[in-house]
């Protein structure tokens, strides 16, 4: 049966950093993938500003061949606990919906305050008696934030070998280049390349992705 996945991503440039290399592998392997962007801009953007996002969608979706693209309205940098209510019930919707059986999703230790609440949200929307069909819930890590966590710390417990997805992984992120700088600016190219081979001498491969396990159920 085929596998229906769900990647959570704050703010577009998040799946790609996180998990962009696994997502590309799931891809390959069959999968269904569902990308769920949980922000957009706000008003201090032009129409090219949004227009030309919207664009970057389209062509990172069709990167990662993505079965469909689910893009929520929340402000990015104005969510807040108040919004964790309804965030809950859209999630629910769509897992409802679809059925994804895993997710991947933000790390709740992260330092940015839209990824945190999200994944509080995530979590909550796939208690097991709420969402019967996700059996796995990973976190990724996100640089500039996963690794700035002050309170819970991101650890390591499932490896997902990338090694023939890091260039591919590395060519996407070029799209995102207003998000990137040069080293050592941690979202930067040599950066991202840098943590895949560290997370790979970790679990014995050339370049990895690591995720954080919230839930597995076999």
């Known amino acids: 049966m085929k596998k229906i996945i769900f990647v959570i991503a704050p703010h577009p440039d998040d799946e790609v950093l996180g998990c962009g290399g696994t997502l590309l592998r799931l891809n390959n392997e069959g999968a269904e993938i569902h990308?769920?962007?949980v922000t957009k801009?706000?008003?201090e953007y032009s129409k090219t500003e949004k227009k030309n996002r919207q664009n970057l969608i389209k062509d990172i979706s069709k990167k990662f061949n993505f079965f469909k693209v689910h893009q929520l309205s929340y402000l990015s940098g104005e969510i807040s606990d108040?919004?964790?209510k309804n965030m809950i019930i859209n999630f629910s919707n769509l897992i409802?919906?679809?059925?994804?059986?895993?997710?991947?999703?933000?790390?709740?230790g992260d330092v940015h305050s839209?990824?945190?609440?999200?994944a509080n949200a995530v979590i909550s929307a796939s208690k097991p008696f709420r969402a019967k069909s996700v059996k796995t819930l990973l976190a990724y890590e996100v640089p500039s934030e996963t690794n700035f966590a002050y309170k819970d710390f991101f650890q390591p417990k499932i490896y997902y070998d990338i090694s023939n997805y890091i260039d591919e992984k590395i060519n996407i992120l070029k799209l995102y280049k207003i998000e990137l700088a040069?080293?050592?600016?941690?979202?930067?190219?040599?950066?991202?390349?840098?943590?895949a081979k560290i997370?790979?001498?970790?679990?014995?491969n050339l370049y990895a992705e690591a995720f954080h396990v919230i839930k597995m159920i076999f």
């Open 35 to 37: 990308w769920v962007i």
């Open 96 to 108: 409802r919906n679809f059925s994804p059986s895993i997710i991947f999703m933000p790390f709740y």
């Open 41 to 43: 801009m706000g008003k």
């Open 199 to 204: 997370r790979g001498s970790e679990s014995n």
């Open 82 to 84: 108040k919004s964790m």
């Open 114 to 118: 839209d990824h945190r609440i999200i």
């Open 182 to 195: 040069q080293h050592p600016f941690p979202r930067s190219l040599e950066s991202s390349r840098n943590l």
